[in-house]
C-alpha cells in the first residue's frame, strides 16, 4: 500500500467525521496546544482514531486532530506532534503534514518551541521563521518518490512563504505584539546542545534552535504547500544563559507568552484564511 492510499484512508475518515474541508492547517507546538479548543464547530480526533497517524511515545502527549473554524475561516489543526527523537523514521513523522494538505490545506502555519541561539533573545520573545537550516542529517523525502504527491527535487528557495510572512508582520503590528525573525536550526535532539555547538550553530547563522518543524516544511513544500512559522523562544540555548535554566521560571514565560501568541496566531490564520479563499 502506497503513502498516498494510507492519507486517503486516513482523510476519508476525518471527512466522515466533519464537513468543514480545511483550508489552512495549523501546527501547535509545545505548551500551545490550548489554541485549538477556541475553534467553532469543533470535531476532534485522536490520532489513534486515524488510520496509519503515528502516535506520540511521551506519555500524555497523546495528540489529537482538530477540524473547526478559527474566525470563520476552515483549519485543520495538529495539537502535539510526533518528533524524530522519539524512534520515528521522519517519513513517518511527517504524515500528519501530510494529511493536512490532503485534507485540502492550501496553506500551513507551524509553530514551536526554541531555544535562543541570537544573544539579544529573552525568554518569551516570539520569533518568525525566515528560513531554516535541517541539520538533522535526515530528510522525510528519502526513499522512492511518491510523483502523485510531488517532485523528486523539490525546490526549497521560498520554503517559508513571503505572503505569508508579511501577514504575520501585519497580525502582529494588528495584535500589538512585536516579534523577532530569523533562522531556526532543526536537530535531532534529544539532548540540548553544548556550548561548543551553540557557538558552531551562531556561526552557520541560526538564530534559534529547536527538534522539529523542517521535516514538516520540507513535506508540505514537496506537496506544494506554502508554510508560514513562529517559534516562541522559551529558553536561551546552552552558553548564553547568565545563569542555570530556572525551570518555574521558564514556564512562567511560556505561560505568559502563550497568551500572546495565541492571539497573534487567531488573527494570522484569519489574515491567511483570507488570502487563500480570497485570491
Ligand atoms: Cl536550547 N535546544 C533545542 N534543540 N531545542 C530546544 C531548546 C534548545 N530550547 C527549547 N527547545
Not at 36 to 58: C, D, G, K, N, Q
Request: hydrophobic share 45%.
Amino acid at each position: 500500500m502506497s503513502l498516498i492510499s494510507h492519507l486517503d484512508e486516513a482523510a476519508s475518515v476525518i471527512r466522515a467525521k466533519s464537513p468543514i474541508t480545511p483550508v489552512v492547517g495549523v501546527v501547535l507546538g509545545s505548551g500551545l496546544g490550548a489554541w485549538a479548543e477556541s475553534l467553532a464547530e469543533p470535531v476532534v480526533l485522536p490520532y489513534s482514531e486515524i488510520p496509519f497517524m503515528p502516535v506520540s511515545t511521551i506519555v500524555g502527549h497523546a495528540g489529537k486532530l482538530w477540524i473547526g473554524l478559527a474566525n470563520g475561516v476552515p483549519v485543520a489543526c495538529l495539537q502535539g506532534r510526533v518528533h524524530l527523537y522519539e524512534g520515528h523514521a521522519p517519513e513517518r513523522a511527517v504524515f500528519g503534514a501530510r494529511l493536512l494538505a490532503r485534507l485540502g490545506c492550501r496553506a500551513a502555519l507551524l509553530t514551536n518551541a526554541a531555544g535562543g541561539t541570537r544573544p539579544t533573545f529573552q525568554p518569551g520573545d516570539l520569533m518568525l521563521i525566515r528560513d531554516h537550516l535541517n541539520l538533522t542529517g535526515q530528510n522525510p523525502l528519502v526513499g522512492p518518490n511518491e510523483a502523485g504527491l510531488g517532485p523528486r527535487f523539490p525546490d526549497m528557495t521560498h520554503a517559508y512563504d513571503r505572503r505569508i510572512a508579511a501577514l504575520a508582520r501585519e497580525a502582529a503590528s494588528d495584535s500589538g505584539v512585536s516579534i523577532h525573525e530569523g533562522i531556526y536550526a532543526g536537530l535531532l535532539g534529544p539532548s540540548y546542545e553544548t556550548p561548543a555547538e551553540i557557538t558552531m550553530l551562531r556561526t552557520l547563522g541560526a538564530d534559534a534552535v529547536g527538534m522539529s518543524t523542517v521535516h514538516e516544511v520540507i513535506a508540505l513544500r514537496h506537496m506544494g504547500v506554502r508554510c508560514g512559522a513562529m517559534s516562541c523562544i522559551t529558553n536561551l540555548a546552552a552558553g548564553l544563559s547568565p545563569r542555570p535554566l530556572d525551570h518555574k521560571e521558564v514556564e512562567e514565560t511560556a505561560r505568559q507568552s502563550r497568551e500572546r501568541f495565541t492571539s497573534l496566531l487567531s488573527t494570522w490564520v484569519q489574515k491567511v484564511g483570507a488570502a487563500i479563499t480570497g485570491g
